[in-house]
């Protein structure tokens, strides 16, 4: 009966004057923290003879605090050998936002997606395919090729550099960048370190409270078998959290086209709200032991466990314009320049349903490493064994109840939002309402891989030549998902909820602020559904107990991989300037193996990886930097499930598919590019830096999801599947500023401020129609505006980030619009703290404090080859307000 659904910084020139070196103490070097959980595996700690250097404690002055982390971010982007943003944590537990996704929102080219009360997906220059590391060391959740960011709190997190070119020792598969993040070991403290913290996190939509709560020992001993250390970090945070979305869905015509007549107005086959609730946790454990027995040898054990939990539900209000009953009507009113679309319905007797969607999800996630790192005169060898394991169990149980509405009226355009109005019956009370469908499922993914690397790094004395390094990787993961299948399972004689103790419950009021009309309603209640799950299969008539998998929605990949490479560290003078870089190459050999019910597929490819970065000096503060790279990005497994999940569209109106679909694709193919980038960095002082980029890429198979109708079962299905586009291209250009004012008299020096902005552009070829289209979640600009202030134990920083508008998606179905494509949208975020102590901290956070609201629209050409642009979604978010306090010893 339906589905459920699932500017740039413009003041170059006075920004470089008021940037002019104003520290001697400035003037020759920038300091910056080596990181020490970077493993000698990455690219960042090979600082090349020439290179500016860390400077000492006896050459500068030693500043803390977010001035202290911008310097060693900025200095580790400077000294890098490739393009690299990082974020540092100078003090435990201080990174700027409460996980790594939420911080990464500040870095130059990055944005990122929200929802469920949090920063979700990760894009670096408009794209999410990024390959995710922890210590240098590949990661990832469930059947996915990375880590959900959001899982790693900012509490255990030492510093996260995004890399936008690579170099060959980094590993293969991140073709928009690659993200490192860096947890603490025992060997970056001097000695004992405890440090902890806590804050209580109010979130305004949901009128609910949650909490966080972090703490961290470190200690490192000198023993008669050498120097020893452990530490272990442990973080744990509850989140109350609601999501609004008003919605209009994709329209058909009550009545077809004959010979004679023209189709009637296209009307929305359902429009409505969500109210997405969810009490979400998440436990984190870091620990680590390192031993140097010599000098010259270390062999340590590292360690992670992130548990997620989340246990949310939906509240579904679903008008069904079209679906009047006996004796119902339905009348329409058309858009001016658009009379082929409905703006607008009165309904009479009016079917419209109502659904609980109850979820519990969880996650269970672990990585050890064992590894060593031995040094013998020019030579450092290393090697390390990374075992990864991802659980994945979640379920769900949905319940649509039913009641007619005398009278249904709806705008579906109401300032981009529709305007939903029910007469003649009351939505609060159970007796009104009757039991529909129920929709009962379970799935589990589960995946698990060995990792083993060996590298050789050797340094040479007065040569051009400065390092070679030389390396293997071999991996093997299995990958496996099963589930149930979603069809909607009816009911003989429905009850009426009210006859049932306990099952009904009253929906959140207020919908997307008032804006669209729909307030509170009856629907089922979560804790019901999810503890009494037999009492309500018994309702539908079904057997007791989980359902079993269904064979054809299960798949299960196997995939090897097994890679070498070569590079060469070089450096010489060309006058006053130093030229350094490295270059070389990644070769990586894939093997997998994907079986499902009735498939099976194999595949075997050779890939072969240069890349090339160089580093020129032009003066003592000034730095060009030119990189080339082609890059390989294996499709994530779940993209290459061969299997469909199916759901009946129902009688909404004259849909051209009776059933709608969604699965994988088992003949994706890698996505490769070519990737060419320039830079150019000025560092004046040690906190101080103007920088531009610009970047090319040419792209071969780009995955994006598209719609197509297939059949199934004799019927028509419009079925939605990850696709290989045709050739394709990203280019844009970053600019970045961040300075402190020292120079200002008093209390003033203590401002700051950071600036970047992004511009981007990328095309690739639609593998159905052909021709040329915008990239999906690339917007062409976007932004961030940053204002910091520190003095006298007070640390403040008020945060804008804002992006230009973006294709969400292709080819939806329906006579509208089909292209998806999501307005301009910003956010305004605060945080503050204040040194009560050298020892203790009061922290006081905002997000969210604008309230934004986001709106998309159906936007292009309709079934009738006019250009029109309708509205689709209006969604508001939570606002949280936090006050805390961390200590540290």
């Known amino acids: 009966m339906y589905m459920h659904r699932t500017a740039t910084v413009s003041t170059l020139a006075l920004i470089a004057a008021a940037a002019a070196p104003a520290y001697a103490q400035d003037a020759s070097s920038v300091p910056a923290a080596v990181p020490g959980a970077t493993q000698e595996a990455t690219p960042q700690s090979q600082a090349l003879p020439g290179d500016p250097q860390v400077a000492t404690a006896e050459q500068d002055i030693v500043v803390t605090g977010v001035r202290a982390s911008l310097a060693s971010a900025q200095g580790i982007k400077r000294n890098a050998t490739a393009i690299v943003d990082s974020i540092v944590a100078q003090d435990i537990g201080k990174l700027p936002d409460n996980t790594v996704s939420d911080a990464l929102q500040r870095v130059t080219g990055v944005q990122v997606t929200r929802g469920s009360g949090e920063a979700g997906t990760v894009l670096i220059r408009g794209l999410p395919n990024i390959a995710t590391l922890i210590n240098g060391r590949e990661s990832f959740t469930g059947t996915q090729r990375g880590i ?20 060959p020792d980094i590993i293969e598969g991140g073709l928009s960048g690659t993200v490192d993040v860096r947890l603490r070991r025992p060997f970056d403290f001097s000695g004992l370190q405890v440090a902890g913290g806590g804050r209580a996190v109010y979130s305004d939509q949901s009128g609910k409270w949650g909490y966080l709560g972090s703490g961290l020992v470190s200690d490192r001993w000198t023993t008669g078998i050498g120097e020893v250390g452990a530490m272990v970090g442990v973080s744990y945070n509850k989140r109350q959290y609601r999501d609004d979305t008003a919605f209009d869905f994709v329209s058909n015509p009550i009545t077809p086209a004959t010979a004679t007549t023209p189709a009637s107005p296209a009307i929305p086959d359902t429009v409505g709200g ?10 984190a454990v870091n620990g680590s032991l390192q031993w140097k027995p010599t000098d010259n040898l270390e062999l340590y054990a590292d360690g992670i466990y992130t548990r997620y939990r989340n246990t949310h539900d939906v509240s579904f209000f679903i008008g069904l314009p079209k679906a009047t009953a006996v004796g119902g009507t339905v009348v329409t009113s058309t858009y001016p320049g658009n009379p082929e679309l409905a703006s607008g319905t009165h309904s009479t007797n009016a079917f419209t349903l109502t659904s609980k969607q109850a979820y519990q999800d969880q996650t269970e996630t672990y990585q050890a490493d064992f590894g060593t790192k031995w040094t013998t005169g020019p030579a450092v060898l290393s090697t390390e064994l990374t075992y990864n394991y991802s659980k994945l169990p979640n379920r769900s149980v949905i319940v649509d109840t039913s009641f007619n509405a005398p009278t249904l009226d709806v705008n579906f355009d109401n300032n981009g939002t529709p305007l939903i109005k029910v007469g003649g019956v009351d939505l609060t009370n159970p007796a009104n309402f009757s039991l529909a469908t129920l929709f009962d499922n379970h799935s589990v993914a589960t995946s ?11 340094t040479f004395d007065d040569s051009v030549l400065t390092n070679f390094k030389i390396g293997a990787r071999f991996t093997d993961r299995q990958a496996d998902s099963q589930a149930t299948a979603s069809q909607g399972l009816g009911i003989k004689n429905p009850p009426l909820v009210s006859a049932v103790p306990g099952f009904g419950t009253l929906s959140p009021n207020g919908l997307v602020q008032g804006a669209s009309g729909i307030g509170q309603f009856v629907d089922a209640d979560t804790g019901f559904l999810l503890n009494n799950t037999n009492t309500v299969r018994t309702l539908f008539s079904q057997p007791t107990g989980d359902r079993a998998y269904d064979p054809s929605l299960a798949f299960f990949d196997h995939e090897k991989t097994y890679a070498f490479y070569g590079q060469l560290g070089y450096g010489f003078d060309i006058g006053s300037m130093h030229v350094s870089g490295v270059g070389g190459l990644r070769v990586v050999n894939t093997a997998e193996q994907l079986t499902g019910f009735g498939v099976s597929a194999k595949a075997n490819y050779l890939d072969i990886l240069p890349s090339f970065n160089a580093k020129v000096g032009l003066t003592n503060n000034l730095q060009l930097r030119l990189a080339f790279a082609k890059t390989l990005t294996r499709p994530e497994f779940a993209q290459l499930n061969p299997l469909v999940s199916y759901t009946t569209t129902g009688n909404t109106g004259n849909q051209s598919v009776f059933y709608v679909g969604a699965g994988g694709n088992p003949a994706l193919q890698p996505i490769k590019s070519t990737a060419y980038d320039v830079s150019l960095e000025y560092y004046p002082a040690r906190s101080t830096s103007i920088t531009a980029a610009g970047f090319y890429k040419d792209l071969s ?5 598209y719609s197509r109708t297939e059949t199934y079962l004799g019927r028509p299905a419009l079925v939605s599947r990850p696709r290989n586009t045709g050739p394709g291209k990203l280019y844009g250009a970053e600019v970045a500023y961040q300075q402190f004012f020292d120079f200002l008299p008093g209390a003033l020096s203590g401002f700051g401020t950071q600036l970047n902005g992004t511009y981007i552009f990328g095309t690739t070829q639609d593998p159905i129609f052909g021709g040329q289209q915008r990239l999906v979640n690339v917007s062409k600009y976007s932004f961030n505006a940053v204002a910091i202030y520190e003095k006298y134990g007070i640390s403040g920083r008020l945060a804008y980030n804002w992006r230009s508008n973006f294709v969400d998606s292709y080819t939806s179905g329906g006579s509208q619009a089909s292209s998806i494509l999501v307005a301009p949208t910003g956010q305004l975020d605060f945080s503050g703290s204040y040194a009560l102590t050298k020892n203790f901290t009061i922290t006081f956070d905002a997000t969210n404090i604008t309230d934004r609201v986001y709106h998309d629209r159906f936007a292009g050409l309709n079934q009738s080859g006019i250009y029109s642009s309708t509205p689709r979604d209006t969604r508001t978010y939570d606002r949280t307000f936090e006050v805390g306090g961390r200590f540290r010893f």
């Open 148 to 167: 959900s960011l959001q899982d790693l709190p900012a509490e255990l997190v030492a510093g996260v550099d995004v890399y936008k070119t690579t170099t």
């Open 274 to 283: 969500t109210y997405a609730s969810g009490e979400r946790t998440r436990l």
């Open 448 to 458: 698990k891989q060995w990792a083993w690397r060996g590298d050789l790094l050797y």
């Open 701 to 705: 198979g780009y995955i994006q999801t």
